[in-house]
């Protein structure tokens, strides 16, 4: 009985499922009708949806290696590899900020309408009641393209492909034109701010370095002429030979002036000894003609006197050799006095040892010299300390004006390099400039023909919604039955013999069949 039951289990539990969904037929179509309306209700009011796609190919280049600052010339061969180059690439086409031009461009009207609309009666007393409780604040232009970036980013979608260098861009709007001017516009723009992002501007600053070197270079060419012109500064070699010239000749001079000092300071010394030794006067010879020796004694006395004024115009009043001619002038002037006054002859004649005179005219003219020597020889020491004044000096206006040289050398230097390093980074980057970008478009977006079949997976859904929501309506109605529908089922169910099967009818069963009886 075991196995009876066991065979008849599976087919009458199926059997009995069967009739179970025949009995409920009625729910199980209200379920099927309902679901499906509402999936074509949804399929009716989702939009359709046209998707423009592009390719583009992302080609090697050095835009992923290291690129070297102006005027460097180190090299470098690391390079990104394809899969972190087609990740970057993407996540440029993914940026906010490309998704912020892109619909500023189009505009929020075009691409996305009931953002911009004008709110319906019922929102608009939502809102008139939100701003009663918290005022907000009034919108700029901005905020609508802030909220319609995560919609668009939601419609966008770029790809890189896994084993190759291809990107796709596509892209899906309501309208077939707007789908195909967004991804146009979103390849124009990722272009644009691709090459603003890789290339290497360095040519503005270099050129900012170029005018201060510049700068650096005419202050230094200024201070240099300044220099020159308050100096005097082309005659410095004709300067400087005429004062090691002159400090030559005035050294010669010293020395020489400093040996006539030496040997008439030794002819005085001698002098004065031999002066303190000669008598001033002598017996020189007997006269008995007075005439005679009064005139004689009158032009001793006019040539002393003449000697004592030409004297006094070198020496002092009170300086020995003028008194001794005043006291020679005095013995003059007694003698012929005496031989004026008595008239009578004289035996003997007595005057100036000429000797003694000798002595003192060479004492006289070798002091002059001496006093002269000795001038200049003071002269000459302030002659060589003046010119060696103007020596030091000029040996530190040439040490200035060497400086001045160098600085102006090294500024004109520096401005070459300079000037160097910007013409062959205008270059490089006239060269990148022209040069195409390594990512190419392999097929412009196309106008999308037919939308993408969101409506049919709708409704696909629903029928399998339908089909899985009957099921479980049949299982769950069989599992919660408090009845058997076959005798079998239930003498499996219970494992108790079944002898006979009385049916429940209902009501209106049991009324026909007391009519029929």
Avoid: C
Wanted: hydrophobic letters at 45%.
């Amino acid at each position: 009985m075991s196995t009876m039951t066991n065979r008849f289990t599976s087919a009458d539990n199926l059997h009995e499922l069967v009739e179970t969904g025949f009995k409920l037929r009625r729910r199980l179509l209200q379920f099927v009708l309902l679901v499906l309306v509402v999936s074509l209700a949804i399929a009716l009011y989702v939009k359709p949806n046209y998707v423009a796609s592009s390719q583009m190919v992302v080609l090697p280049s050095n835009e992923y290696t290291f690129r070297p600052t102006a005027g460097s010339h180190s090299l470098a061969n690391e390079a990104l590899s394809l899969e972190n180059m087609m990740d970057s690439e993407v996540a440029i086409i993914r940026a906010p900020a490309l998704a912020h031009a892109v619909i500023a461009e189009i505009g929020v009207k075009t691409l996305y309408p009931a953002m911009v609309r004008k709110p319906n009666v019922f929102l608009r007393l939502i809102h008139a009641v939100h701003d009663l409780i918290i005022p907000r604040k009034p919108s700029a232009p901005d905020d609508i393209i802030e909220r319609a970036i995560p919609v668009f980013e939601s419609h966008l979608d770029a790809v890189a492909g896994a084993d190759n260098d291809v990107i796709t861009i596509s892209f899906g709007n309501p309208k077939p034109a707007v789908a195909q001017q967004v991804v146009a516009t979103l390849q124009k723009l990722y272009l644009a701010r691709r090459r603003s992002i890789f290339t290497d501007r360095q040519s503005r600053a270099v050129a900012r370095a170029v005018a201060d070197q510049r700068q650096a270079l005419n202050a230094a060419e200024a201070r240099l002429t300044a220099f020159q012109t308050a100096h005097n500064v082309t005659q410095f070699q004709t300067r400087e030979s005429i004062l090691l010239n002159q400090q030559g000749q005035m050294e010669q001079d010293l020395m020489a002036t400093n040996s006539n000092v030496a040997q008439l300071t030794t002819s005085l010394a001698a002098l004065h000894r031999a002066h303190g030794t000669v008598p001033p006067s002598i017996a020189l010879q007997q006269s008995t003609n007075i005439d005679q020796r009064t005139m004689a004694l009158r032009t001793s006395l006019d040539a002393l006197r003449t000697r004592l004024a030409s004297m006094l115009s070198n020496y002092r009043a009170d300086s020995p050799e003028a008194q001794n001619l005043r006291a020679q002038i005095a013995t003059e002037s007694a003698l012929l006095a005496h031989a004026t006054a008595n008239g009578a002859p004289s035996s003997l004649q007595s005057g100036q040892n000429p000797v003694y005179g000798q002595i003192n005219l060479e004492l006289m003219q070798d002091s002059a010299a001496l006093a002269a020597a000795r001038t200049r020889a003071a002269q000459d020491h302030t002659s060589l300390t003046h010119l060696a004044a103007q020596l030091t000096k000029l040996d530190a206006l040439k040490a200035q004006l060497g400086t001045l040289e160098r600085q102006r050398s090294l500024a004109a230097a520096n401005y070459a390099d300079a000037t160097r390093t910007l013409s062959e980074r205008q270059l490089v980057e006239q060269v990148d400039a022209e040069k195409r970008a390594n990512v190419r478009v392999l097929s412009p977006p196309a106008l999308p023909l037919n939308p993408f079949p969101l409506r049919k997976l709708i409704m696909l859904a629903g029928g399998v919604l339908a089909l899985f929501g009957s099921v479980m309506i049949m299982l769950l109605g069989n599992f919660f039955r408090k009845g058997a529908l076959f005798g079998r089922v239930l003498e499996a169910d219970t494992g108790i013999p079944l002898l006979a099967i009385i049916p429940e009818l209902g009501l209106a069963q049991m009324r026909q069949i007391t009519i029929n009886r």
